[in-house]
């Protein structure tokens, strides 16, 4: 969402993460921005203050496992879905002109929409205009269907969501370039082997001159086989045995000329969801997995893998974060008209 922001010409000065490693791609990647480590709740605010200054937006995503429809839906008796209540501290403190705070869907009608009640009348209390609803990724010209719960304030007037459209991007407008390794091959850094073959390639490899994050992971031999016997962009109906699963579309290739589904955090294991390859016998790579979720190329993800596919699979899609940012700019330079009249 950071690097969506900055994509609009924002200047992001600070980030609060909780994983070392997340934290550590955070720097790197931001290396003009404070990136401070640890839980939200142990904070100090003035020192943070005493760093980075005024802030003109705060953005952000509270943790959203509580409310996930992967896993079991606790509600109320999640502590971790009552972290909103850290970020809304941070608002009241630094007294932004702007805020974005980002959830799943299911947050918005988990137990009788509490939390979206409650948040919403928290932002309303502290003099924000807020609007509040589910925006589209595919939207924003990111190629995956990706739906997030987004809440937009402003102190300076009302402000409603963004209302966009884009041509549809396609799985293969996003990694045709990228369709040479096997299970197993790839380097956290190498060259690039063939030139963009689209516009969206070309806008990701913009500013990037290797190649990162282009790793494919080494399956096992069962995982091969089975993959072997499933034909390009189809799915377990191929195989032998009857596959059980929580994800619905396990053992699934990706359709070259449709987007992706939401990109989940086990992209790299073929029985996590739609995350195979449309041919070739394994998951997608991190870097493949980027260019779905809209991370330009210059983005690189640092840490174990096990960190690395969460950072991509828990994100918000830069270029979405982007269209929200744009939308803010112009609504601050509306406002701004408005009060020279």
């Known amino acids: 969402m950071s690097y969506g922001f900055e994509m609009a010409e924002?200047?992001?000065?600070?980030?609060?993460?909780?994983?070392?490693?997340?934290?550590?791609?955070?720097?790197?990647?931001h290396p003009n921005a404070y990136a401070f480590c640890g839980d939200i709740r142990n904070m100090d605010l003035d020192n943070i203050k005493t760093r980075i200054g005024d802030v003109d937006v705060i953005i952000g995503g509270p943790p959203c496992q509580g409310f996930s429809l992967k896993?079991?839906?606790?509600?109320?008796?999640?502590?971790?879905?009552?972290?909103?209540?850290?970020?809304?501290?941070?608002?009241?403190?630094?007294?932004?002109?702007?805020?974005?705070?980002?959830?799943?869907?299911?947050?918005?009608s988990d137990s009788g929409g509490f939390f979206k009640n409650e948040i919403k009348k928290a932002f309303e209390n502290l003099g924000y205009f807020v609007d509040v609803g589910v925006l589209n990724s595919l939207d924003f010209g990111v190629?995956?269907?990706?739906?997030?719960?987004?809440?937009?304030?402003?102190?300076?007037?009302?402000?409603?969501?963004?209302?966009?459209?884009?041509?549809?991007?396609?799985?293969?407008?996003?990694?045709?370039?990228?369709?040479?390794?096997?299970?197993?091959?790839?380097?956290f850094e190498s060259k690039y082997k063939f030139p963009p073959q689209s516009e969206y390639q070309k806008k990701m490899r913009k500013n990037s001159k290797?190649?990162?994050?282009?790793?494919?992971t080494n399956h096992s031999k069962i995982a091969i086989d089975r993959l072997k016997k499933i034909p390009p962009e189809c799915g377990k109906e191929y195989l032998d045995e009857k596959i059980t699963s929580t994800f619905g579309q396990t053992w699934g290739r990706l359709e070259k000329d449709k987007p992706s589904p939401?990109?989940?955090?086990?992209?790299?294991?073929?029985?996590?969801?739609?995350?195979?390859?449309?041919?070739?016998?394994r998951a997608i790579t991190p870097r493949e997995a980027a260019r779905l979720q809209s991370f330009p190329d210059d983005f690189i993800f640092y840490g174990p893998k096990s960190s690395i596919i969460k950072q991509i699979g828990n994100a918000v899609p830069p270029l979405m974060a982007k269209g929200i940012a744009e939308h803010i700019l112009n609504h601050y330079k509306e406002c701004n008209e408005s009060n020279r009249v």
């Open 10 to 29: 924002f200047e992001c000065i600070a980030g609060i993460e909780y994983d070392e490693f997340i934290s550590k791609s955070f720097a790197k990647n």
């Open 71 to 108: 896993g079991k839906r606790r509600g109320l008796d999640d502590e971790r879905n009552f972290l909103f209540k850290e970020y809304i501290k941070f608002v009241e403190f630094f007294k932004p002109k702007y805020f974005v705070l980002e959830n799943v869907v299911a947050m918005l």
């Open 143 to 187: 190629p995956q269907k990706r739906k997030r719960a987004i809440f937009i304030g402003s102190k300076l007037a009302g402000i409603k969501l963004p209302q966009v459209s884009s041509e549809i991007v396609t799985v293969w407008d996003a990694i045709s370039d990228l369709a040479y390794l096997e299970s197993g091959e790839g380097e």
């Open 210 to 216: 290797k190649l990162y994050n282009h790793k494919a």
């Open 262 to 281: 939401t990109i989940i955090t086990r992209f790299d294991t073929p029985s996590n969801g739609k995350n195979s390859h449309p041919f070739l016998h």
